[in-house]
C-alpha cells in the first residue's frame, strides 16, 4: 500500500474507532494515520479528542498545537481555546478563537466560547464583529441574530439593538426573547 492510502484508511480507522467509543483502538489507528503521514493535521486533531476523553488537557493541547502548527485551521485553534479557558488563561482564549473564526467564521464552538469570555471579561465590543461575520453567511439564525442585540444593549446601542430584534419578530413573530427584550427597550426609552 503506498503511505497515502495507510494514511487515509488508518485515519478513517481512527475516526470509526473514536465513534464508537473505543478510545484505545482510535489512538492506536491515528497513530498509525500520523507515522503515515505526518502532515496532515487530522490525526492530531484526533488525538486530542481522544486526549480529552481522557481528561489529559496537556497531552490534547500538544495535539492540538501539533495540527495548528502543520495546518492552521479553526478546529484546532477553537480545541486550544476550550483547553485556555479551562485553565483560565482568557486572553489567549480570546486570541485562539478570534482566530479560528477567521478561518471559518461557522464554527459554533469558536463562535459560542468568544461570546462566553467576552461577556467575562468586558471585551463585548470586541465580539460583535464575528457575530455579524456569522449572520453574513446565516442573516436568518435568530439565536445569533438575538446573542447581538444583546451585545449592542450591553454597548448603550438600543436603537440598534432594538433594529436587530426587528428583524428576528419579521421573520419570526412568536420569537419570545426578542418580544421580550424589545418590549423591555422600549418601556426604557
Do not use: W
Not at 471559518?104 to 468568544?114: D, F, G, I, R, T
Not at 436603537?159 to 422600549?186: F, M, S
Amino acid at each position: 500500500m503506498s503511505g497515502h492510502l495507510d494514511y487515509e484508511i488508518n485515519k478513517e480507522l481512527g475516526e470509526c474507532y473514536l465513534f464508537m467509543g473505543d478510545l484505545e483502538k482510535a489512538e492506536e489507528y491515528y497513530l498509525k494515520a500520523a507515522g503515515a503521514n505526518g502532515s496532515h493535521p487530522a490525526p492530531y486533531l484526533g488525538l486530542a479528542t481522544v486526549a480529552v476523553h481522557r481528561n489529559n488537557l496537556d497531552e490534547a493541547y500538544g495535539h492540538y498545537r501539533k495540527a495548528a502548527n502543520l495546518e492552521a485551521g479553526d478546529k484546532a485553534l477553537a480545541g486550544m481555546g476550550l483547553i485556555e479557558m479551562e485553565k483560565g488563561e482568557t486572553e489567549t482564549a480570546f486570541d485562539h478563537f478570534s482566530q479560528a473564526l477567521e478561518f471559518n467564521p461557522e464554527n459554533m464552538v469558536a463562535l459560542y466560547s468568544l461570546i462566553r469570555l467576552g461577556h467575562g471579561t468586558g471585551r463585548v465590543a470586541e465580539v460583535m464583529p464575528y457575530l455579524e461575520g456569522y449572520l453574513a453567511i446565516d442573516p436568518l439564525k435568530h439565536d445569533i441574530r438575538y446573542t447581538l442585540a444583546g451585545c449592542l444593549v450591553v454597548e448603550g446601542r438600543e436603537a440598534e439593538a432594538k433594529a436587530q430584534l426587528e428583524r428576528i419578530l419579521e421573520h419570526d413573530p412568536t420569537h419570545a426573547c426578542a418580544t421580550e427584550l424589545k418590549v423591555h427597550l422600549e418601556r426604557a426609552a
